[in-house]
């Protein structure tokens, strides 16, 4: 296999991306008072290597798949990278962000609350793309206000599972100071 995507499942993320814009759409509209959308697109770290056991690097297997999420991703208007300090998750944005020409931000993975803030302040039509791991993926998309499906019973991603990508919408509205997921995305890219 050449590492692509078959044309069905391509097919299938754009159709995706465009049902998810269309939610996005009428989610602004129904919301009360001015609103402002931001996309999150969510992911755990590509594959890790075994060089480190504290902070791998990525596997061939990882590599390619970093590779596959800059060609996945490359086409979106990204204007924000979050990775926390492993090299895992820095890696796995590494070609996005010389795809897209954006550095890559650094967040502390024990201040999820921090980041989702810092999500929900990003200027109107931003797209930030967020690295993390099995635990804190799902954490962060239920502090944005969504739920993912197939967790274990620790509410984690599976051990095995590194080609989750999760597309939130950001809606705020300010008379209600509030701001929350209106729609939630899970996509699989890679092999």
Do not use: W
Request: charged share 25%; with cysteine.
């Amino acid at each position: 296999m050449n590492g692509r995507p078959a044309l069905s499942e391509r097919r299938a993320l754009l159709a995706g991306a465009a049902a998810l814009a269309l939610a996005t759409r009428g989610a602004a509209r129904a919301a009360p008072g001015p609103a402002e959308a931001r996309t999150v697109i969510l992911l755990r770290h590509a594959e890790k290597a075994s060089d480190d056991a504290r902070d791998p690097s990525l596997s061939e297997a990882g590599t390619a798949r970093a590779t596959e999420l800059a060609r996945v991703l490359g086409a979106l208007a990204v204007t924000h990278l979050f990775a926390n300090a492993y090299r895992r998750t820095q890696l796995t944005l590494q070609p996005l962000a010389a795809a897209r020409k954006v550095a890559v931000e650094t967040y502390d993975a024990r201040d999820l609350e921090k980041l989702a803030a810092q999500l929900r302040g990003l200027p109107a039509g931003s797209v930030a793309v967020v690295a993390g791991h099995s635990n804190t993926t799902p954490a962060l998309a239920q502090l944005l206000g969504g739920t993912l499906s197939g967790l274990d019973e620790k509410g984690q991603l599976p051990d095995d599972e590194y080609d989750r990508l999760v597309v939130q919408t950001l809606v705020a509205c300010v008379e209600q100071d509030e701001q929350r997921a209106v729609a939630t995305l899970e996509l699989r890219y890679g092999n």
